[in-house]
C-alpha cells in the first residue's frame, strides 16, 4: 500500500462527486425497486453515454454543450419512449427496458467501431472518471442536482411517471459523465436493496449512510492500491451494503424475540 497516494486535493472532490450522485440516486433508487424496472438506470444510463459518444463523434468539444445537449436529448427521448411503453405494455416494460440497454450498448460499440481511442472511451464510460473531478467542474452537478431533488421532494405525489422519468434522465445524464455506468447502477440499487425493510425517513438515511461509506472506503482503497476507482467503490458498496444488511437483520430478529 501506498499511503502517499492519499491526497485530500484527488480524493476530496472525489468523494464529493459521489455524494452528489447519491443525493438524487438513493431515493430514484427506491423508487425504482418500488417499481420494479430494475434495469432502467442501466438502459438510461447507455443512452446518454450513446449520446456522449455520438457528439464526439463529430469533433465537439469532450465537455461542451453540445456534448451535454446530445446525452440530455438522447437520455430524455429515452425516458419519453419508456413512459409511453409503460401506459399500454406494462407488463412488457422489463424486458422492454432490457432490449434498450442491448441496443444503446451495441450501438455505442458500433459507433466506436473506427474510432482508434474506442476502447478507452468506453472504459471510460463503463467505470467513470470520478478521480478526475475538481471542485469546479462539481458545481454545475451540483445545482442540476439541487434542482432535481427539490422537485422530487417537494412534488413527488404529483409528478406522475413522466416526471419521474423525466427527472431520471437528467440525474443519469450527469451521473454516467462522472461516475460511470457501473457505479450509477450500484448507486441506483445496491443501497435501495439493501435498505428495503425499511420505511421512510429512516431507509433514506440508512441509504445515504450505505452509499457515504462506500464511495469513501472504495475512493480510499482505489488510492492505496492503485486500482480503478470506479471498480472497487462498486465491490465496496456490496461489502458495505452486505454488512448493513447482515447488521440489521440481526437487530430485527433480536427486537421480534
Known amino acids: ?24 440516486h438513493v431515493p430514484l433508487g427506491q423508487e425504482v425497486l418500488s417499481r420494479g424496472i430494475i434495469f432502467i438506470d442501466l438502459a438510461i444510463a447507455q443512452i446518454a453515454g450513446m449520446g456522449v459518444i455520438a457528439a464526439n463523434g463529430f469533433g465537439t468539444e469532450e465537455h461542451g454543450w453540445e456534448v451535454q445537449a446530445a446525452a440530455v436529448g438522447a437520455a430524455l427521448l ?28 451495441t450501438g455505442g460499440i458500433l459507433l466506436l467501431a473506427g474510432n482508434p481511442h474506442g476502447g478507452e472511451h468506453l472504459k471510460d464510460l463503463l467505470v467513470g472518471q470520478i478521480l478526475w473531478s475538481t471542485w469546479n467542474s462539481l458545481v454545475p452537478i451540483a445545482l442540476l442536482y439541487a434542482v432535481l431533488v427539490a422537485i422530487w421532494f417537494a412534488g413527488r405525489g404529483r409528478i406522475g411517471a413522466l416526471g419521474f422519468y423525466v427527472i ?84 430485527a430478529r433480536v427486537r421480534a424475540a
Open 1 to 24: 500500500m501506498n499511503w502517499e497516494l492519499l491526497d485530500w486535493s484527488i480524493i476530496g472532490p472525489a468523494l464529493a462527486a459521489g455524494l452528489l450522485v447519491l443525493s438524487t
Open 78 to 105: 429515452a425516458a419519453a419512449g419508456l413512459n409511453w411503453t409503460e401506459k399500454r405494455w406494462p407488463q412488457s416494460q422489463e424486458p422492454l427496458i432490457g432490449i434498450l440497454f442491448v441496443l444503446a450498448a
Open 168 to 251: 431520471f434522465a437528467f440525474a443519469v445524464t450527469a451521473s454516467v459523465q462522472v461516475v460511470g455506468i457501473y457505479l450509477v447502477f450500484a448507486s441506483l440499487i445496491i443501497p435501495a436493496l439493501a435498505t428495503a425493510r425499511m420505511q421512510g425517513g429512516k431507509r433514506l438515511a440508512a441509504g445515504y449512510l450505505i452509499g457515504a461509506a462506500s464511495y469513501l472506503a472504495g475512493i480510499v482503497l482505489s488510492a492505496l492500491l492503485d486500482l480503478p476507482t470506479g471498480a472497487v467503490t462498486v465491490w465496496a458498496m456490496a461489502g458495505v451494503a452486505l454488512a448493513a444488511g447482515f447488521t440489521t437483520g440481526n437487530m
